[in-house]
């Protein structure tokens, strides 16, 4: 099974940061990863999928990099709304699915 | 618009079975994988398993084969997870999800239900 391994597990930041959240993968996944944002007793959201492409309607301060075993998304203008927890989720193998234990993002 | 609607809270016993539904509305429903993702109170997601509602394959992860049962009714568009044996850490909101794309390979997860909570407690 792929082991996905999300860092930080935690992170405090202000409003108007740049943020930087890392997923590494236990073995190469091409770029079949995806983020997901998730709040307090909601669904999570798809952010980003194909590890770079933006979901239609997702703000363009939302990106995604990588390929193989290493990934990030970046939010670069940190807004209110965006303090959350996120997830990153690799689809390469067909069986099974697997996510990254989160990241929760707090207010610094 | 897409959305998947799933069934009311839960609580059981435990080792007993219970039944979650998650009604899909605003496309095709026999064209695209749902899947089934559970999270326990505070903590992550956990991949359950997914079905085609087309043909009604279904294919589990390895620590739920056995216990876990997905079904399909395409009359009324709606998928089923039932799971069996519950025990205390069968506690979680389990989510319904649908492929990001059509066809069966493998995609993002694209949209979720909005969540059903079981409890299981003696």
């Known amino acids: 099974d792929i082991q996905m391994t999300q860092s930080p597990s935690t992170l405090s930041a202000s409003v108007g940061d740049r943020v930087t959240i890392t997923c590494r993968a236990s073995q190469s996944i091409s770029r079949w990863l995806a983020w997901y944002q998730q709040k307090p007793g909601k669904a999570p959201k798809v952010l980003i999928y194909?590890?770079?492409t933006l979901e239609s309607g997702v703000p363009s301060r939302f990106s995604g990099s990588g390929s193989g075993t290493e990934f990030t998304l970046t939010i670069s203008s940190l807004r209110p709304d965006d303090f959350a927890t996120y997830y990153c989720?690799?689809?390469?193998?067909?069986?099974?699915?697997?996510f990254g234990q989160g990241t929760k993002l707090e207010i610094k | 618009q897409v959305q998947l609607v799933q069934s009311g809270a839960e609580v059981r016993k435990p080792g007993a079975s219970v039944k979650v539904s998650c009604k899909a509305s605003?496309?095709?429903?026999?064209?695209?994988?749902v899947h089934w993702v559970r999270q326990a109170p505070g903590q992550g997601l956990e991949w359950m398993g997914w079905?085609?509602?087309?043909?009604?394959?279904?294919n589990q992860a390895q620590r739920f084969q056995g216990r876990v049962t997905m079904t399909r009714d395409t009359s009324i568009g709606t998928v089923y997870m039932e799971l069996s044996s519950l025990s205390s850490d069968d506690t979680a909101v389990y989510f319904c999800?649908?492929?990001?794309?059509?066809?069966?390979?493998?995609?993002?997860?694209?949209?979720w239900g909005q969540g059903t909570l079981v409890t299981v407690s003696s």
């Open positions: 194909d590890a770079s």
């Open positions: 079905i085609s509602p087309n043909s009604g394959v279904t």
């Open positions: 999800a649908r492929d990001g794309e059509p066809s069966g390979n493998h995609y993002w997860f694209d949209p």
């Open positions: 605003g496309y095709s429903f026999t064209d695209y994988y």
């Open positions: 989720q690799q689809y390469n193998s067909y069986s099974p699915y697997s």
